[in-house]
C-alpha cells in the first residue's frame, strides 16, 4: 500500500484551491471527483470561507468528540503544526486514511503512535495508544488484555510485525479507530466513494512497485 504522505510532492500556497493543487493524488482521482471533494471541503467544513479549518470544524461536522485519538488524527493531518488544515492538507491526508485497507490502518497506527520513530512500540507507547482509543477509566482492563496476548512481557516493545500479530489476537484492539474512518467515510462522499478508491489505490501501488 502506497504511502500518499511520503510519495507525493505538495505545491500551492495555504488554503490552495482544487485546481491549483498538485500532488500525485491527480494520478488517482479524476478532475470532477477532486471538485467534489473541494466542495465538500468549502461548504460542509470551511463555513466562514477563511480557507482552513480547525480541529472543531471537523469534530462537529462528523459528529465525534474531542479525544486522545482524534486529536492524534488531527495532528497527523495538520502536517505543518500549524494548528488548522488547508484544503491541500485535508484532501492528501484524508485521501490517505480513508483508502486505508485493514493492514494499511493497524499499521498507521503503529506509526501514528512510534513517537520516537525507531520502529518499535514500548510499554509506554502502547499505553498510549490504549488511552488514546478508549480513555482512561478503560486503560486498566485493555492493558492487561494487551499484555497477556503479546510477548511485551518479555521484550518490553514491540516491532511492527509483532503489533500486527497482537491486533490479530486482539482485533477490538484497534475497534475504536476502524469504527472512526468508517464514520468519516460515511459523511465524506460516501463509502462506496472510499470503497472505489481503496481498489484503485491499491492497484497504484501494486504498478508502482
Given at each position: 500500500?502506497c504511502?500518499?504522505?511520503?510519495c507525493?510532492?505538495?505545491?500551492?500556497?495555504?488554503?490552495?484551491?482544487?485546481?491549483?493543487?498538485?500532488?500525485?493524488?491527480?494520478?488517482?482521482?479524476?478532475?470532477?471527483?477532486?471538485?467534489?471533494?473541494?466542495?465538500?471541503?468549502?461548504?460542509?467544513?470551511?463555513?466562514?470561507?477563511?480557507?482552513?479549518?480547525?480541529?472543531?470544524?471537523?469534530?462537529e461536522?462528523?459528529?465525534?468528540?474531542?479525544?486522545?485519538?482524534?486529536l492524534?488524527?488531527?495532528?497527523?493531518?495538520?502536517?505543518?503544526?500549524?494548528?488548522?488544515?488547508?484544503?491541500?492538507?485535508?484532501?492528501?491526508?484524508?485521501?490517505?486514511?480513508?483508502?486505508?485497507?485493514?493492514?494499511?490502518?493497524?499499521?498507521?497506527?503503529?506509526?501514528?503512535?512510534?513517537?520516537?520513530?525507531?520502529?518499535?512500540?514500548?510499554?509506554?507507547e502502547v499505553?498510549?495508544?490504549?488511552?488514546?482509543?478508549?480513555?482512561?477509566?478503560?486503560?486498566?482492563?485493555?492493558?492487561?488484555?494487551?499484555?497477556?496476548?503479546?510477548?511485551?512481557k518479555?521484550?518490553?516493545?514491540?516491532?511492527?510485525?509483532?503489533?500486527?500479530?497482537l491486533?490479530?489476537?486482539?482485533?477490538?484492539?484497534?475497534?475504536?479507530?476502524?469504527?472512526?474512518?468508517?464514520?468519516?467515510q460515511?459523511?465524506?462522499?460516501?463509502?462506496?466513494?472510499?470503497?472505489?478508491?481503496?481498489?484503485?489505490?491499491?492497484?497504484?501501488?501494486?504498478?508502482?512497485?
Amino acid at each position: 500500500m502506497c504511502d500518499l504522505c511520503c510519495c507525493c510532492c505538495c505545491s500551492g500556497g495555504p488554503g490552495a484551491p482544487w485546481n491549483s493543487v498538485n500532488f500525485g493524488l491527480r494520478k488517482l482521482t479524476t478532475e470532477a471527483e477532486r471538485r467534489r471533494l473541494h466542495r465538500f471541503f468549502a461548504t460542509k467544513l470551511d463555513r466562514n470561507r477563511g480557507g482552513t479549518i480547525e480541529l472543531h470544524e471537523m469534530l462537529e461536522y462528523f459528529e465525534v468528540e474531542e479525544t486522545p485519538l482524534t486529536l492524534a488524527l488531527f495532528g497527523y493531518f495538520d502536517a505543518d503544526g500549524s494548528g488548522s488544515l488547508t484544503f491541500r492538507e485535508f484532501s492528501l491526508h484524508m485521501y490517505n486514511f480513508l483508502t486505508l485497507e485493514k493492514e494499511g490502518l493497524h499499521r498507521f497506527v503503529f506509526r501514528l503512535h512510534d513517537r520516537d520513530c525507531n520502529g518499535r512500540l514500548a510499554t509506554n507507547e502502547v499505553e498510549g495508544l490504549v488511552r488514546d482509543a478508549f480513555g482512561s477509566a478503560k486503560m486498566g482492563d485493555k492493558m492487561q488484555k494487551v499484555m497477556s496476548g503479546s510477548d511485551m512481557k518479555k521484550k518490553a516493545s514491540l516491532n511492527e510485525d509483532e503489533f500486527l500479530e497482537l491486533v490479530r489476537r486482539s482485533p477490538n484492539l484497534l475497534y475504536p479507530i476502524a469504527n472512526l474512518q468508517m464514520n468519516m467515510q460515511r459523511r465524506c462522499l460516501g463509502t462506496r466513494f472510499w470503497r472505489r478508491h481503496t481498489k484503485v489505490r491499491s492497484k497504484y501501488a501494486d504498478s508502482d512497485a
